[in-house]
């Protein structure tokens, strides 16, 4: 399976809408299962680097298939996997990458937004994956 043009561009559309709602400007990247681009938006106003970071926040979440602040607790010194970050050409471990599944649990990618501050950067990400569930 994989997730289509349509629904990443959805997902895409209900992140914005939230950071619009909020006040913010982002950058909302949906990558595929793979790890690979499947839609990227930077509104108006968001900052040039929240480009990549809002791509290894989804990246992240898509090759460990899990949120990147879970990946933050298994990280941090003393956990199971600190200095996991320094691996694959760079990781985020603090929140808002979110990986897309299926009802049955399979990955079909990951959506990341960077350009707000940790929360709020969190509560667009989590609208879009409202979308992404509806």
Not at 5 to 19: G, L, N, Q
Not at 67 to 89: F, M, R, W, Y
Request: no cysteine.
């Amino acid at each position: 399976m994989y997730i289509r043009s349509d629904i990443a561009e959805a997902v895409i559309e209900a992140a914005e809408a939230k950071a619009a709602d909020i006040g913010i400007a982002v950058t909302v990247v949906v990558l595929d299962g793979a790890g690979n681009l499947k839609a990227l938006s930077r509104m108006g106003g968001a900052w040039l680097g929240s480009i990549d970071v809002a791509m290894k926040k989804a990246k992240t979440s898509a090759l460990f298939e899990m949120e990147t602040q879970n990946v933050g607790e298994i990280s941090k010194p003393g956990a199971q996997a600190h200095g996991i970050e320094l691996t694959n050409d760079g990781l985020v471990t603090f929140a808002d990458g979110i990986p897309l599944k299926t009802v049955g649990g399979e990955l079909l990618g990951a959506i990341g937004v960077s350009g707000g501050q940790v929360a709020q950067d969190h509560d667009v990400a989590r609208a879009g994956l409202a979308a992404f569930g509806d």
